[in-house]
């Protein structure tokens, strides 16, 4: 029999979480509630010191609560905090960075957060759905938080361009109208080009074969914004060992952040809000101060987006990124912006020797994947006497533990910026700028 409590919400938590207690003074996380609510729960997961609950029912709400926008909300992992205002979003965001600073002990503050963009729904330019057979027929379906092996059915998304809500209920009609009753659809993504209007489709199978391709290729080129269509395989249902074919239209998609170009590949890296990459590339412009003839180290680097952005007043950037796929994009992108100081290095910037590179004198800009960075990693680049270095990160207690490391070694945090890159959700962007203490 499933344990019920009475539990009051006393403070948000990190990715997503609200925070209570149980009756036996453990700690419970629970998602999908505010502070001041007062619920009744299911604990779900039990741990020594801690737990895991689902919201049953609501007995109070707490003042800041408002009804979502969206009807599937309450089940779907894809939003956290659309029950709260935006307003209020930001000021919990806020919160939660200056808590992963103050556990840290890094003393210097972060500044207000801003806003990447104006939009807070249909910002993200790439989403993946998966297929679900209802008793109505194929259905678009969601990740469920709370059961990831039942997908949440769901008609739209409303962080999802209005057009990709569309085109994904044209697929799931067009399997429909043919009668489709397998089980090797797995999952559809989009990718979009929000500056240049151009999208690009996957459809994600579990065999080799993919059904009615020849229609589904007809219902593409009804769709002139979409530029490029794949089909991909993945057996064993994992998206990191998969293999693509193009099924329709050329390879990549472009995107434009402020004047420059950037193709994506399926396998690019690429920020998922649009209008907000270019938010953030201006802080970042901003907080490495480039003088003309600075050179710029961009570790991390990915598919070039930051080091091209910042490309126009530097002497050289040198990117560095251990992806190929990734790297490939880099180049290509350096030639379509026809910038010719960019160079791009395939290595691991978690592996480099104090022998492969001089960074005395030039600009750092770093931006790890959530993990954050090694200890070795900081101690190595405390041995050079850069000019600055711009620390970006999208997980505010691996980034506040790195500031920590990093005073140890006496690098210190002059600036840092909170920027909200995703509305309705826990994530949030943050930027630093560090220089070695006289």
């Known amino acids: 029999m499933p344990k019920i409590e009475e539990i009051k919400i006393e403070k948000f938590a990190s990715l997503g979480f609200g925070l209570g207690h149980l009756d036996d003074g453990r700690v419970v996380l629970i998602k999908k509630v ?65 808590e992963s600073l103050v556990h840290n002990k890094v003393e210097i503050k972060a500044e207000k957060i801003i806003p990447g ?19 109505q027929g194929l259905k678009i379906a969601r990740h469920n938080y ?31 109208s043919l009668g489709y009753r397998s089980d090797d659809l797995w999952q559809v993504k989009i990718r979009e080009g929000q500056k240049t ?24 080129k009804k769709h002139p914004e979409i530029k490029s269509a794949f089909h991909t395989v993945t057996i064993e249902k994992n998206i990191y060992n998969l293999s693509r074919r193009l099924i329709f239209g050329r ?9 420059f170009k950037f193709q994506i590949s399926p396998e690019s890296f690429f920020q998922t809000n649009s209008e907000g990459a270019e938010a953030l590339y201006d802080k970042i412009k901003k907080f490495a101060d480039i003088k003309f003839g600075d050179e710029i180290i961009d570790l991390f680097c990915g598919t070039g987006s930051i080091g091209i952005y910042l490309s126009t007043l530097a002497k050289k950037v040198t990117g560095i990124e251990v992806v190929p796929e990734a790297l490939r994009d880099a180049k290509d ?12 290095i395939c290595s691991d910037v978690f ?22 960075l090694s200890k070795d990693l900081i101690l190595w680049l405390s041995t050079f006497n850069f000019k600055t270095l711009v620390y ?16 140890e070694k006496g690098i210190i945090a002059k600036k840092i910026q909170p920027i909200d890159m995703f509305p309705q959700t826990h994530h949030v962007e943050i930027i630093s700028e560090l220089v070695k203490s006289s």
């Open 34 to 98: 505010l502070p001041g609510d007062v619920i009744e729960a299911e604990v779900i997961k039990t741990k020594k010191n801690l737990a895991f609950g689902s919201v049953k029912k609501i007995i109070k709400p707490s003042k800041d609560r408002i009804k979502p926008r969206c009807p599937y909300f309450d089940q779907c992992g894809g939003c956290d905090y659309q029950n709260i205002s935006y307003a209020k979003q930001l000021e919990l965001k806020q919160a939660l960075v200056e």
């Open 117 to 135: 963009s104006e939009k807070q729904y249909f910002y993200r330019n790439s989403i993946r759905f998966e297929f679900r057979h209802t008793s």
């Open 146 to 176: 709370l059961d990831p092996d039942r997908p949440v059915v769901t008609d739209f998304c409303l962080l999802q361009s209005e057009f990709s809500n569309k085109f994904f209920g044209e697929v799931a009609e067009l399997y429909n």
């Open 197 to 220: 209007g151009e999208f690009m489709f996957e459809i994600i199978t579990t065999t080799n074969s993919l059904p009615y391709k020849k229609e589904l290729i007809e219902l593409i």
């Open 251 to 259: 390879p990549i998609i472009y995107e434009k952040i402020g004047k």
């Open 333 to 344: 992108n350096a030639k379509i912006n026809k910038i010719n100081n960019c160079d791009f």
């Open 351 to 372: 592996k480099l020797k104090i022998s492969d590179f001089k960074f005395d004198n030039k600009i750092i800009i770093i931006d790890p994947p959530r993990a954050g």
């Open 392 to 407: 970006v990160s999208c997980n505010p207690a691996t980034f506040a533990r790195d500031l920590k490391y990093f005073s």
